[in-house]
């Protein structure tokens, strides 16, 4: 196994204070400009992470298993994992309702409310807003989490196909996968007529299960095992599709997440994803 630690306030006196909490008799390997590694022993290391977790510092003990070179599927969410809104809560600004929505989303995302009904509830409340409004939120607001477009970039060099599944919408998991070269995009549609929302979503909602059956489904399309997949999120309906995925990584999650989750990142970007598995 191998011991990962990185974050930009990572120094030479935190790698020698983990170096003696682990009792190695090797040296951290650097593989990027704020991350290490050092091979370990199977084990638990809890003053590791205690410690890590006091320093603002990700750590992580990753299997050898779970290399970039050795998977084929990397399936993410998209609101708050690859960008840093949550596209519904922008949209509900427009109309003065963000305050009501966002507390919504939150719950949804924190496994407090089926998300399916959730989301009817919040689209619901956006009925009459104009088409234009969706475009002014991708003007205005959404922005790319750090280092997504690298994380992207390093799954096209070990030729990982990769998929965006959101409970989000497609007017902006189009614009999310044409930007940032991903392969496939399966989200939610907004109905709209004569310019306008009217409060509901055409079609299936992409819920929890769906995700896992998505990824599923391309990983056979592919001819891929399950040990070759990765799936990437920060909330609830996030958590069944990193279950059927060998590597579930939690980006910057809630807390019923990141306790479930493979690894959780908490402190640097998605490039971070890069640093645990290429090494």
């Known amino acids: 196994m191998r011991l990962v630690v990185q974050g930009p306030a990572i120094s030479m006196a935190h790698l020698s204070h983990i170096h003696g909490l682990v009792g190695g008799h090797t040296q951290f390997m650097q593989v990027a ?11 638990d290391y809890i003053d590791v992470k205690t410690f890590c977790a006091s320093q603002q510092i990700d750590c992580a003990l990753v299997q050898d298993a779970h290399r970039l070179q050795k998977m084929g599927l990397c399936v993410m969410d998209m609101d708050s994992t690859l960008i840093a809104i949550e596209c519904i809560d922008e949209i509900a600004d427009m109309m003065g309702l963000k305050p009501q929505v966002a507390e919504i989303t939150e719950a949804a995302m924190r496994g407090e409310l089926d998300f399916a009904a959730s989301l009817r509830k919040r689209v619901a409340l956006l009925k009459g807003l104009p088409e234009s409004a969706l475009q002014r939120v991708i003007e205005e607001r959404l922005t790319f989490n750090p280092g997504a477009q690298e994380w992207i970039n390093a799954c096209k060099q070990h030729g990982i196909k990769t998929m965006l599944v959101s409970g989000g919408f497609t007017f902006f ?35 929890a299960q769906r995700k ?3 990824l ?19 909330g609830a309906n996030d958590l069944k599709m990193m279950a059927v995925a ?9 807390p019923v997440v990141q306790e479930q989750a493979m690894y959780a990142l908490n402190v640097v970007g998605l490039d971070g994803v890069a640093n645990l598995l290429t090494v």
Request: hydrophobic share 45%.
């Open 216 to 234: 599923m489904k391309l990983r056979d399309q592919l001819g891929l095992a399950a040990a070759q997949t990765i799936a990437i999120g920060d």
């Open 212 to 214: 896992a059956d998505e």
């Open 33 to 43: 400009q704020h991350a290490y590694y050092l091979p370990v022993a199977e084990g």
């Open 246 to 254: 060998a590597v579930g990584v939690a980006y910057h999650a809630k």
């Open 173 to 207: 998991a189009d614009y999310v996968k044409n930007t940032l070269g991903l392969d496939y995009a399966v989200s939610n549609t907004l109905e709209i007529v004569d310019g306008k929302l009217t409060g509901q979503i055409v079609g299936d909602i992409v819920d």
